[in-house]
């Protein structure tokens, strides 16, 4: 099994059922798509397993792992200082994690971002879901631009490393969270301008990514605003074409 991988929905349900009892019925029935349960109904489901479930809230939304920063089996976040917070918050604290990770912003890694997305979106703060994606887009992108692919360590040669990874969380995450975003186009076209502004200014590249290797820092800024402007590309896209990707939505029964 290759270390970067997703898990499959029904895998992810039967293993867990399998490991820890049936009195989790209703955790494995949200964890399946099923065309008869509502979203409302499936949001009962979730709530209804939240207090007992702290250690497994990556599955209720967003079943699939990636390692080492979510692990199913563990679980466990390995994403820097913000890993236990990020672990153990619960809908009352998230936005306290999510407020004390923007003062440290530029200092992020682009994974920790992305499983700062997972978690707001699990407990149902989904525009913060959003706005976190999408600056950890905006960091990963800049992160592949600088960073020396070939001279990568010999264990990222061999498996895992950070530029795969940082594909997955955008297959995996983004299927989701692009997906509900795109059902309020006002929304995300004012969350990608936030996303915008909170980007024009060099991240504490270093401290987010020690130990690795970067293009000479005189390069930085431009490769920023390569970054930024294939984002601009997006926002442009969205506000040109926002009634086309409306009446699709609403052709394919999505809205």
Known sequence: MDTCEA???????????TAFGATLLPLFLVLIPMPWLGSSMAEDLIATTRTRRREIIYFDV?????RPYIVSATPAVSVGPY??????AEVDS???????????????????????SIR????????????????A?????????????ELRTDSEKEGYNIWDADKMFQKEVGKYINHW??????MLATTYKAVLEDGKGLPDITAAYPGYRFIEKADWNTKNDEALKQFQNGLDYILKEGNKIREKRKKDGDD
């Open 181 to 186: 975003a795109h059902g309020d186009l006002d």
């Open 62 to 66: 967003l079943p699939f792992y990636i």
């Open 83 to 88: 890993s236990n917070k990020l672990a153990n």
């Open 120 to 135: 707001l979106f699990n407990l149902g703060h989904k525009n913060e879901a959003v706005y976190w994606y999408n600056s």
């Open 7 to 17: 898990l499959n929905p029904r895998r992810a349900g039967l293993a867990w059922l």
């Open 94 to 116: 998230i936005m306290k994690v999510a407020e004390e990770m923007k003062r440290d912003r530029k200092k992020l890694s682009a994974e920790a971002m992305y499983v700062l």
């Open 137 to 149: 887009k905006l960091r990963a992108s800049l992160f592949t631009r600088i960073a020396k692919y």
